[in-house]
C-alpha cells in the first residue's frame, strides 16, 4: 500500500452469499477462517459506506442507516488502517445498506468491504484488491468476498500472520450469468450473530472435526461445477452445503437454530418446483431468509412461487454482483 492525500471516501461493496460456507475460526482475533469457502456476489443487495478522517476529533463516530451506534468494532479495524497509514485521525463513518441489517442477508460482508475500501482511500492508501480483502476479513470473515465481484474464492489460508487468507475472482456474470432470489421471512436483526455462533465450535460441536476434514473436498467439487458451467451439479453442492452448516449449527451447545417456519415453507417450495423440472436450489446464511439460485430463465418462475409462499414477507432479486468499488 502507498500514501495518497485525501481524508474523505465513499465506497460502495455488494453482499454475498457462500455456496460452499465458511463457518468456524483458526484465530480468532484476525478472523482466520478455519476453512476455505466460495460465494456470489449479488447485485441487488448492497452497502454504501462513507469515511472521513478529522485531525483534531476526539472519537470515532458510526452511524448505520442514520442510527448512532457503539464504535468499539470499528475502532479496532479504523486502528489497523491509521496505523498503516501513519495517521492519528478520528473518523466519521456513515453506513447505509439497502436491505434489511443483521437479518441473514450478510450486511456484515458487504459493510466491512465497504468499510475497508472507503477507510484505506479516505487515509491516502492505495490498497490492492488482494490487501483489501485481508483488511476486510479483519472485520468480518465473509466480507473478504465481498471486495470481488461474480463468483469468488475465499481461502483459508495457513500463515498464522493471515497473509494467506483472502479471496480471489474465479468466474464473473458475463462468463455464467447465475440468479439468485432472496425470500425474505423476518426483517427483525437475529439474535445470535455469527461470530458468537461459530466461537469456540471445536468444544461446542461433536460434528465439528467432520465439518472441517471434508471442507477441501466440497470446495474441490464446487470448483469443477463451475470451472464446467454444471448448473445442476452447482446448486446441489449448494443446497448440500447449507444443509451441512445448518446441521453443524443444530449440533452445537447451546444449539443454533436460525430457521422459521417460513424458511422451512420456502425450502420445500424450492424442492417442489425442482420436481417438477425447474432447475433451482436453495442456501441459508445464520439467519432466516432463503436464498433460491438458478439461471435466468427461470428467475420470474422461483420469484413468482417464493412470493406466494406463506410467511415470505419480501422477495428481491439479483443477479451477480460487481467488485467494490469507489463512488466518489
Ligand atoms: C453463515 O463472516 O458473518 O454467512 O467472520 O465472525 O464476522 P465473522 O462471521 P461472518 O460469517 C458468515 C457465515 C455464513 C457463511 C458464509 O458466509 O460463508
Redesign the pocket.
Same mark, same amino acid.
Given at each position: 500500500m502507498s500514501a495518497r492525500s485525501t481524508h474523505s471516501c465513499t465506497a460502495r461493496a455488494h453482499s454475498n452469499i457462500?455456496l460452499i =460456507?465458511?463457518?468456524g475460526k483458526r484465530d480468532d482475533r484476525l =478472523?482466520l477462517p478455519a476453512v476455505g &469457502?466460495i460465494?456470489m456476489t449479488l447485485d441487488a443487495l448492497y452497502t454504501d459506506t462513507r469515511v472521513s478522517f478529522f485531525p483534531g476529533a476526539e472519537h470515532d463516530s458510526v452511524d448505520i442507516g442514520g442510527r448512532k451506534v457503539d464504535p468499539a468494532p470499528f475502532t479496532a479495524f479504523l486502528d489497523r488502517v491509521r496505523a498503516r497509514a501513519g495517521i492519528d485521525y478520528r473518523a466519521r463513518v456513515e453506513s447505509w445498506n439497502n436491505f434489511p441489517t443483521g437479518a441473514g442477508l450478510?450486511s456484515?460482508?458487504s459493510g466491512f468491504a465497504a468499510l475497508a475500501l472507503a477507510a484505506s482511500r479516505a487515509a491516502g492508501l492505495e490498497a490492492n484488491p488482494r490487501a483489501l480483502s485481508i483488511l476486510a476479513r479483519q472485520g &468480518?470473515?465473509? !466480507?473478504a468476498r465481498s471486495i470481488f465481484g461474480g463468483l469468488v474464492e475465499m481461502h483459508r489460508g495457513t500463515r498464522d500472520d493471515g497473509q494467506d487468507a483472502f479471496a480471489e475472482p474465479i468466474a464473473n456474470s458475463a462468463d455464467w450469468p447465475l440468479e439468485v432470489i432472496v425470500a425474505i421471512t423476518e426483517r427483525a436483526p437475529k439474535t445470535v450473530n &455469527? &461470530?458468537v455462533g461459530?466461537s469456540g465450535l471445536a468444544e461446542r460441536s461433536d460434528y465439528y472435526d467432520a465439518w472441517v476434514l471434508h471442507a477441501e473436498d466440497d470446495l474441490a467439487a464446487m470448483r469443477e461445477a463451475i470451472g464446467g458451467r454444471d448448473f445442476e451439479a452447482l446448486g446441489a453442492l449448494a443446497e448440500m452445503s447449507c444443509l451441512k452448516?445448518h446441521g453443524l449449527m443444530l449440533s452445537t451447545r447451546p444449539g443454533l437454530l436460525y430457521w422459521n417456519p417460513a424458511t422451512v415453507a420456502a425450502m420445500q417450495a424450492v424442492r417442489a418446483l425442482r420436481s417438477e423440472g425447474v432447475p433451482v436450489y436453495f442456501t441459508i446464511? !445464520?439467519g432466516p431468509q432463503v436464498k433460491a439460485i438458478c439461471e435466468p430463465e427461470h428467475a420470474a418462475t422461483v420469484e413468482q412461487a417464493l412470493a406466494a409462499v406463506p410467511g415470505v414477507l419480501d422477495t428481491r432479486r439479483s443477479a451477480l454482483g460487481p467488485a467494490a468499488y469507489v463512488l466518489d
Open positions: 457462500a =460456507k465458511y463457518w =478472523k &469457502s460465494s450478510a456484515s460482508a &468480518s470473515g465473509s !466480507a &455469527s &461470530s461459530m452448516l446464511d !445464520a
